[in-house]
């Protein structure tokens, strides 16, 4: 299966408008990761459910009751489309945000995107970006949960511990690499171990793959 992974990056939106289209529990998610994020988004969708209503009368989003319209991506550096099953759509929608250079997501439909978007594991200051480039996302949602249940609140005063050190040494110590080897130091036994268990389906495929390799002799 031949897939791009892309490269990653992380896009700063804060003050920037971005184009959330559709109007479910889907449009939702995405609205509030944006509106964490920092921008300022614009939800068009000729209806919305009650998280984005009560987001659009509070002003918190900007609510265009009507479908899509190609106007919509002038000065907007990103749009999500979360309307599932209209490939056709998707596919034009991608020309048009190629046509006026804007990223773009869509739902389900990785090859009308321009930009995927991971599964994101956050405990504090910290952020953990799971992705299968588009084959599995599924697996990217429950390998989230389980990061988010390792990285729990100790992790994240960690870290903002380590952030404050590295304010201090950069007051105290104008040599670049004892600040590095001081950071070094307070990261020594640091280590982040885990173990996968697999599906009881994945095993018993596995295992019956390794049992008609045996039979033919090409173990």
Same mark, same amino acid.
């Given at each position: 299966? &031949?897939? +791009?992974?892309?490269?990653?990056?992380?896009?700063?939106?804060?003050?920037?408008?971005?184009?959330? *289209?559709?109007?479910?529990?889907?449009?939702?998610?995405?609205?509030?990761?944006?509106?964490?994020?920092?921008?300022?988004?614009?939800? *068009?969708?000729?209806?919305?459910?009650?998280?984005?209503?009560?987001?659009? #009368?509070?002003?918190?989003?900007?609510?265009?009751?009507?479908?899509?319209? =190609?106007?919509?991506?002038?000065?907007?550096?990103?749009?999500? +489309?979360?309307?599932?099953? =209209?490939?056709?759509? &998707?596919?034009?929608?991608? $020309?048009?945000?190629?046509?006026?250079?804007?990223?773009?997501?869509?739902?389900?439909?990785?090859? &009308?995107?321009?930009?995927?978007?991971?599964?994101? $594991?956050?405990?504090?200051?910290?952020?953990?970006?799971?992705?299968?480039?588009?084959?599995?996302?599924?697996?990217?949602?429950?390998?989230?949960?389980?990061?988010?249940? *390792?990285?729990?609140?100790?992790?994240?005063?960690?870290?903002?511990?380590?952030?404050?050190?590295?304010?201090?040494?950069?007051?105290?110590?104008? =040599?670049?690499?004892?600040?590095? #080897?001081?950071?070094?130091? $307070?990261?020594?036994?640091?280590?982040?171990?885990?173990?996968?268990?697999?599906?009881?389906?994945?095993?018993?495929?596995? $295992?019956?793959?390794?049992?008609?390799?045996?039979?033919?002799?090409? #173990?």
């Amino acid at each position: 299966m &031949a897939v +791009n992974p892309g490269f990653p990056l992380v896009l700063d939106v804060q003050g920037w408008t971005v184009l959330v *289209i559709g109007g479910d529990d889907e449009a939702a998610e995405k609205t509030d990761r944006l509106l964490a994020s920092g921008a300022r988004v614009t939800v *068009i969708s000729p209806t919305l459910n009650e998280p984005l209503r009560n987001l659009a #009368a509070s002003g918190k989003v900007i609510h265009r009751g009507r479908h899509f319209r =190609d106007a919509d991506l002038d000065h907007t550096i990103l749009a999500l +489309n979360t309307i599932r099953g =209209d490939r056709d759509f &998707a596919r034009a929608l991608l $020309a048009k945000a190629r046509e006026k250079g804007v990223l773009l997501w869509s739902v389900d439909f990785p090859e &009308a995107s321009s930009v995927t978007m991971p599964a994101v $594991a956050a405990s504090g200051h910290a952020r953990v970006a799971v992705s299968t480039s588009g084959v599995a996302p599924a697996l990217s949602g429950f390998m989230k949960e389980d990061l988010e249940r *390792i990285l729990d609140t100790e992790f994240a005063a960690f870290v903002d511990w380590l952030g404050e050190l590295r304010e201090q040494a950069k007051k105290d110590e104008p =040599d670049a690499e004892k600040r590095r #080897a001081l950071l070094r130091e $307070a990261l020594d036994g640091f280590r982040l171990l885990g173990k996968v268990h697999y599906p009881k389906v994945w095993l018993e495929k596995r $295992a019956a793959k390794a049992q008609g390799m045996d039979k033919t002799g090409n #173990a």
